[in-house]
């Protein structure tokens, strides 16, 4: 990975934490000044937004450290344990907004002054979608599952600004205190739905799950381009932090010499690694497929 590359997951964990602390504070003013149960789960939101960051901040710091001799693999893992601690933050925090929505229910109460929670809003959408344009950008530089995960609760954010927003309005518009509640109640559904999805996702790498299917048949293709391949087995593939590992059997002609099957390994490596630039690739030559007859050299 380059230097830049680095610099740039960096840049944007901070930058993530810079604007959950802007929010927080914004937020914060916002629910004291209008008493609104759905700007409270989006100030909670906010505040569990800053502890997954930091959460990423150190994770993305640690996988960026490189292999050493008691981690020969790296510590990619790092940003696996980030976001699968990120989705334990985001299901709590929808836990408690659903039981605060409970209790709002059983004791209405209308918002006051809802322009001050529209202004807010409104200013939390706008930082946060230049938030989320920066990270797109950094993750599809660097591929980083943790600064995607940290770019779900942001984007969550976006939905949930919008919803409070809306609720604020109608909630004063037309004098029901129970919108206000209702959104309130959808934003710690949403927030618990995204959890799943980001601990999902950590899980499979921590479990060495296999790269997509799509991945996997990439690699076979980019193998079956070398017409002397007989046949490939044994591709086994997963993920950790930025790297992927590819490991694979090719099978080549028994009575080939042993110098034109190491070019021919050596071609086939380099393929691949265009194609998943940073990848590490164990590659097996082998005589024949453990399955069929094995026939002498001549």
Do not use: C
Not at 15 to 32: D, E, F, P, R
Not at 215 to 222: E, K, M, S, V, Y
């Amino acid at each position: 990975m380059t230097a830049d590359v680095q610099r740039l997951m960096r840049i944007a964990t901070i930058a993530s934490m810079t604007v959950a602390v802007t929010l927080i504070g914004a937020k914060t003013l916002a629910w004291l000044m209008t008493e609104s149960v759905s700007m409270l789960s989006s100030l909670v939101d906010s505040s569990l937004d800053f502890v997954a960051s930091l959460v990423t901040f150190l994770a993305v710091r640690q996988a960026l450290t490189p292999a050493d001799a008691d981690h020969r693999f790296g510590h990619g893992k790092a940003e696996a344990l980030a976001g699968l601690t990120q989705a334990g933050f985001i299901a709590a925090s929808g836990g408690g907004l659903l039981l605060t929505v409970g209790d709002r229910l059983f004791h209405p109460h209308q918002v006051q002054r809802e322009m001050v929670g529209l202004v807010i809003s409104a200013f939390a959408i706008a930082i946060t979608l230049g938030l989320v344009e920066f990270q797109n950008y950094v993750v599809r530089r660097s591929g980083s599952i943790a600064i995607g995960a940290d770019k779900a609760h942001y984007v969550t954010d976006i939905v949930t600004n919008l919803a409070v927003g809306a609720a604020l309005f109608l909630s004063g518009r037309f004098d029901q205190p129970l919108i206000d509640v209702g959104v309130a109640a959808l934003v710690a559904l949403y927030v618990m739905h995204g959890a799943w999805g980001v601990g999902r996702a950590s899980l499979d790498v921590l479990m060495d799950h296999e790269l997509p299917e799509a991945d996997r048949q990439r690699i076979l293709d980019i193998v079956h381009t070398h017409s002397v391949v007989r046949s490939v087995h044994e591709l086994r593939t997963r993920s950790s932090g930025l790297t992927k590992f590819i490991q694979l059997h090719v099978v080549l002609e028994p009575t080939m010499s042993l110098g034109r099957a190491h070019v021919i390994g050596d071609t086939i490596e380099a393929a691949i690694q265009d194609a998943f630039p940073q990848a590490e690739i164990i590659l097996h030559i082998d005589p024949w497929n453990d399955a069929e007859p094995r026939r002498p050299a001549d």
